[in-house]
């Protein structure tokens, strides 16, 4: 009667907390999914959840499925994990790049359930704002660079990992934490903070003030988040951070959230790989564990799906 899609599809549902965003992370049709649910809900004879509320409230027979999924769900994961690792070898190489300060917080975690699932591949981590990461990517010097700025290169790949939006900081006290949305002239009088990189690898540069020919009042940097929020908290300057990084600070009330413009700024993080790469049993299971622990961790991110 039950079978591990409906696992799969519920868990996603938990998830995502939304039927469209589940599909998106399920890789159906929000009306595939949805006949899914209702072929499942006449074959049990009751309701899984309940339509139409935020969040998804489950009933009881969900709530049941749920804990099944819960228990047979990571124990599938790790047999597939073991079936590849017996298919196609354990030895290997994933040497990393990132082009991200705020990643570490889900990278981290990803890593460390790597390295315990492939303890024989040779790992290995570097910020990839000191040098050309992707070009060192095509030549071969790395394995994988994790990026949201997509460079034409022959022979590599960039999978997508998440998307996200990008806000701005302010403090509680500020003019602007009032506003609606945020417009590129707010900011020609505004200190914007931001990290020790160059104005090209920034979004807030290159598609939000660029675009309108604007320039802030001045740049400031900060090595790290954390000093970040605390200037910003202080009236000290403004600064534009991924959903998922400022969450933390804005939803205990530290700093104010703002959207950068009517319709947002939103943008994707790739995981970029070499095509040769892409069917290696641990490098598929990397990719599998970052996004199921992007998700698992991060607020505000959804799925993406568009392979470049």
């Not at 649910?37 to 009751?46: P, V, Y």
């Not at 499925?65 to 354990?90: F, H, K, S, Y």
């Not at 994988?144 to 990008?166: K, M, N, Q, R």
Request: with cysteine; proline share 5%; charged share 25%.
């Amino acid at each position: 009667m039950l079978e591990i899609r409906h696992l799969k599809t519920l868990h996603a549902l938990r998830e995502a907390d939304s039927l469209v965003e589940a599909a998106e992370r399920l890789h159906l049709t929000q009306s595939a999914l949805s006949h899914q649910f209702k072929e499942l809900e006449e074959r049990l004879g009751m309701p899984l959840f309940v339509r139409k509320t935020k969040p998804v409230r489950f009933t009881s027979a969900g709530l049941r499925i749920l804990q099944l999924a819960d228990a047979v769900l990571p124990q599938l994961r790790g047999t597939e994990r073991d079936l590849a690792r017996l298919a196609g070898g354990t030895a290997g190489r994933l040497h990393m790049a990132i082009e991200c300060h705020s990643c570490f917080q889900w990278l981290m975690p990803t890593i460390d359930q790597f390295r315990d699932a492939w303890p024989e591949v040779e790992l290995d981590l570097a910020s990839g704002f000191s040098f050309a990461p992707l070009p060192a990517l095509a030549r071969g010097d790395l394995d994988l660079v994790v990026t949201s700025d997509p460079l034409e290169l022959s022979g590599i790949t960039y999978v997508p990992l998440f998307t996200y939006e990008a806000l701005l900081a302010v403090a509680n006290q500020h003019a602007l934490a009032s506003r609606p949305y945020v417009v590129p002239e707010d900011l020609q009088r505004e200190t914007l903070i931001t990290y020790p990189v160059e104005r090209d690898r920034l979004d807030i540069f290159t598609r939000f003030l660029e675009p309108a020919d604007i320039e802030p009042g001045q740049v400031r940097t900060a090595e790290l988040t954390v000093m970040m929020m605390q200037l910003v908290a202080s009236g000290r300057g403004v600064c534009c951070l991924p959903n998922w990084a400022l969450h933390e600070y804005s939803s205990r009330g530290y700093v104010t959230a703002k959207r950068l413009g009517e319709k947002g700024l939103f943008a994707t993080l790739y995981a970029a790989i070499r095509a040769d790469m892409l069917d290696a049993p641990f490098m598929r299971d990397f990719l599998l564990t970052a996004k199921d622990t992007s998700f698992a961790t991060l607020e505000g991110v959804s799925a993406a799906t568009r392979v470049r």
